[in-house]
């Protein structure tokens, strides 16, 4: 009985985890589609949040650059308002999912992570 509770309990463990990381952990994830649509919309605001040497090798058009170590200090004076639309990315997706955990801590309502500039499928600056 107490093995058959164990297994009960680490499938349905199992079943949430996997769930959670289908959906996107929580995040508000976004398509290139999706943001390429965006792109150039008056309200919205496409945030690298790579480092300089990374941004200058290539970045989406358009693209605000705040490296994640400044996202907490410097969110506010590079992106403005916190009524805009945030679309931020990295290079694979982990600096894009913390840097949005940031930016919706500081009160940015409309955050989305699109994750990794290598899932870009259009040119690159």
Same mark, same amino acid.
């Given at each position: 009985m107490?093995?058959?509770?164990?297994?009960? =309990?680490?499938?349905?463990?199992l079943?949430?985890?996997?769930?959670? =990381?289908?959906?996107?952990?929580? *995040?508000?994830?976004?398509?290139?589609?999706?943001?390429?649509?965006?792109?150039g919309?008056?309200?919205v605001?496409?945030?690298?949040?790579?480092?300089? &040497?990374?941004?200058?090798? #290539?970045?989406?058009?358009?693209?605000?650059?705040?490296?994640?170590?400044?996202?907490?200090?410097?969110a506010?004076k &590079?992106?403005?308002?916190?009524?805009?639309?945030? =679309?931020?990315?990295?290079?694979?997706?982990? *600096?894009?999912?913390?840097a949005?955990?940031?930016?919706? *801590?500081k009160?940015?309502?409309?955050v989305y992570?699109? #994750?990794g500039?290598? &899932?870009?499928?259009?040119?690159l600056?």
């Amino acid at each position: 009985m107490t093995l058959f509770l164990v297994l009960l =309990i680490g499938i349905g463990a199992l079943f949430l985890v996997t769930r959670t =990381i289908k959906s996107g952990g929580g *995040r508000n994830l976004i398509k290139a589609e999706e943001v390429k649509a965006l792109m150039g919309k008056p309200n919205v605001v496409l945030v690298d949040v790579r480092s300089q &040497a990374e941004y200058n090798s #290539g970045h989406i058009k358009g693209a605000v650059l705040l490296p994640l170590p400044q996202v907490s200090v410097d969110a506010e004076k &590079a992106l403005g308002s916190k009524d805009r639309t945030i =679309i931020v990315y990295c290079q694979s997706g982990s *600096r894009s999912k913390l840097a949005a955990m940031l930016l919706k *801590r500081k009160g940015y309502d409309s955050v989305y992570d699109f #994750g990794g500039v290598f &899932a870009w499928p259009y040119e690159l600056e």
